[in-house]
């Protein structure tokens, strides 16, 4: 069964809005989460690692406020698009690490569509 | 250079046939090696994970890693049209460090 979930699976919006993608790790505590996004027919690329109870650390390149990430929990990462515009269109992914595990597993991913 | 190379293909090949997937790296701190499986617009799932130099095998799917020569290997035997899909190497420095994404390398096994 699934190791991690994520909601939406896809959303599309107006440009301006606000978007929140959830992750949720159910078989364990993810101490550690990313998120990824990836443009079709390109790979994966990190956007930030986000520890559970302390801010999240972005790649460079990456917007820390326009894309905000809240790790409350064990088992919830958020990452909320703001005043999304075309280009932040995306296919946005997270993974879960547990506290004594080398693998990742990955959220079936959002697909993001800003008219 | 960047840190991981993989033929992006695409790569076709009949049913049955024994495939041969590879990437490069460059950094030599890299101990952790994984294979990822990703179908169209979903998140990938993890095939295999290796630790460090050698082979590991799972049914049809064995994993080589050479360390000295920085090459990973994902080898699938008896190829299924089920297998068609984009295979993405991914080394790790430490256990909690990020994993390093190669471009991956789509493929269609044919009926």
């Known amino acids: 069964g699934a190791v991690v979930s994520q909601h939406p699976s896809w959303v599309i919006c107006k440009s301006g809005t606000s978007v929140k993608i959830e992750c949720r790790s159910l078989?364990?505590?993810?101490?550690?989460m990313f998120w990824y996004r990836q443009f079709p027919k390109q790979s994966l690329m990190l956007m930030a690692t986000s520890n559970e109870g302390s801010k999240a650390t972005y790649e460079q390149g990456v917007e820390k406020d326009k894309f905000l990430i809240n790790h409350a929990s064990l088992t919830l990462s958020t990452l909320t698009v703001t005043s999304a515009h075309p280009e932040d269109s995306s296919f946005y992914i997270c993974s879960t690490q547990g506290r004594a595990g080398e693998k990742l597993f990955f959220g079936s991913g959002t697909q993001l569509s800003v008219l | 250079q960047k840190e991981v190379e993989q033929d992006p293909g695409p790569l076709s090949v009949p049913e049955g046939a024994i495939v041969s997937l590879n990437c490069t790296y460059s950094?030599?701190?890299?101990?952790?090696f994984m294979w990822y499986r990703q179908y169209s617009r979903k998140g990938p799932e993890l095939l295999m994970y290796?630790?460090?130099?050698g082979n590991k095998e799972d049914g049809r799917f064995t994993a080589q890693v050479d360390k000295s020569s920085k090459y990973i290997s994902l080898f699938i035997r008896d190829s299924q049209p089920s297998d068609s899909a984009t295979y993405l190497c991914a080394p790790r420095r430490g256990g909690s460090e990020k994993l390093v994404f190669g471009k991956g390398t789509k493929l269609t096994v044919n009926p």
């Open positions: 950094n030599s701190a890299f101990q952790y």
């Open positions: 290796t630790y460090s130099s």
């Open positions: 078989d364990f505590q993810a101490t550690t």
